[in-house]
């Protein structure tokens, strides 16, 4: 089973500061999912990647495959941004294909 | 709209009462989960089914029982529900496991179980 160790779990900033979230994992994946669950809300998929780095609006998610591990970045950082982000590395099919962190939570603070 | 529907969104029990999650999507996904999610836990798989007919097994299965009657929809029963069961349940599809798949997720079931 893939071991997923996530930091950190809790994370306060101010509004506008560069946010970065750590993802590593133990075993090889075809590719890597980013997650957001705002509190009391439902699970919405960032990005699936795998490899290289990928970019949406003020999020860039970042893999190095070779090493295991995985950043997402959040630049100028809201208030809005405030929520739980889960990395899942993604093995392939099968019950034990998917495995998830336990998640940071991330509070911006305006 | 596209996407995971998941019923129903809350629901209280009565310790031993059973009931059903029910879960469609309209993607036509292969690939469909059930996970519960408890404080501190992160999301634990129960069940997973591959295709229509299918189901296995995930890291906490005891106590429920699914069915994938075919490609649309994958249902999670509770036979004999018990407080332990309290959670939230997340249903989830997925195309494939590989590069540009994106992984859809209902918006939750919260069930107490008094």
Same mark, same amino acid.
């Given at each position: 089973k893939n071991e997923v160790e996530q930091s950190p779990q809790n994370l306060t900033a101010q509004e506008g500061e560069f946010i970065t979230i750590n993802c590593s994992y133990s075993v090889g994946i075809s590719a890597l999912h980013w997650l957001q669950q705002h509190p009391g809300g439902g699970i919405v998929s960032l990005f699936m990647l795998s490899s290289g780095k990928k970019k949406h609006g003020r999020l860039i998610a970042t893999i190095n495959i070779q090493e295991k591990h995985s950043s997402l970045h959040i630049t100028? %950082?809201?208030?809005?941004? %405030?929520a739980v982000y889960i990395c899942a590395p993604d093995s $392939? /099919? $099968?019950?034990? /294909?998917l495995t998830f962190g336990k998640g940071t939570h991330l509070i911006i603070q305006p | 709209n596209a996407g995971v529907t998941q019923t129903p969104k809350f629901q209280v029990l009565k310790t031993g009462q059973s009931m059903t999650l029910q879960c469609a999507q309209d993607? &036509? #996904? &292969?690939s469909m989960y059930w996970y519960r999610q408890d404080p501190g836990m992160g999301l634990r798989l129960i069940y997973y089914s591959a295709s229509e007919g299918t189901t296995d097994k995930g890291e906490v299965p005891n106590g429920y029982n699914v069915s +994938?009657? &075919?490609? +649309?929809e994958f249902s999670l029963r509770l036979e004999s529900a018990a407080p332990s069961q309290t959670s939230v349940y997340f249903c989830a599809s997925i195309?494939? #496991?590989?590069?540009g798949n994106t992984i859809y997720f209902g918006e939750g079931s919260w069930l107490t179980v008094v």
């Amino acid at each position: 089973k893939n071991e997923v160790e996530q930091s950190p779990q809790n994370l306060t900033a101010q509004e506008g500061e560069f946010i970065t979230i750590n993802c590593s994992y133990s075993v090889g994946i075809s590719a890597l999912h980013w997650l957001q669950q705002h509190p009391g809300g439902g699970i919405v998929s960032l990005f699936m990647l795998s490899s290289g780095k990928k970019k949406h609006g003020r999020l860039i998610a970042t893999i190095n495959i070779q090493e295991k591990h995985s950043s997402l970045h959040i630049t100028a %950082s809201h208030p809005r941004d %405030s929520a739980v982000y889960i990395c899942a590395p993604d093995s $392939g /099919g $099968g019950a034990d /294909g998917l495995t998830f962190g336990k998640g940071t939570h991330l509070i911006i603070q305006p | 709209n596209a996407g995971v529907t998941q019923t129903p969104k809350f629901q209280v029990l009565k310790t031993g009462q059973s009931m059903t999650l029910q879960c469609a999507q309209d993607m &036509n #996904h &292969n690939s469909m989960y059930w996970y519960r999610q408890d404080p501190g836990m992160g999301l634990r798989l129960i069940y997973y089914s591959a295709s229509e007919g299918t189901t296995d097994k995930g890291e906490v299965p005891n106590g429920y029982n699914v069915s +994938r009657l &075919n490609k +649309r929809e994958f249902s999670l029963r509770l036979e004999s529900a018990a407080p332990s069961q309290t959670s939230v349940y997340f249903c989830a599809s997925i195309l494939g #496991h590989f590069s540009g798949n994106t992984i859809y997720f209902g918006e939750g079931s919260w069930l107490t179980v008094v």
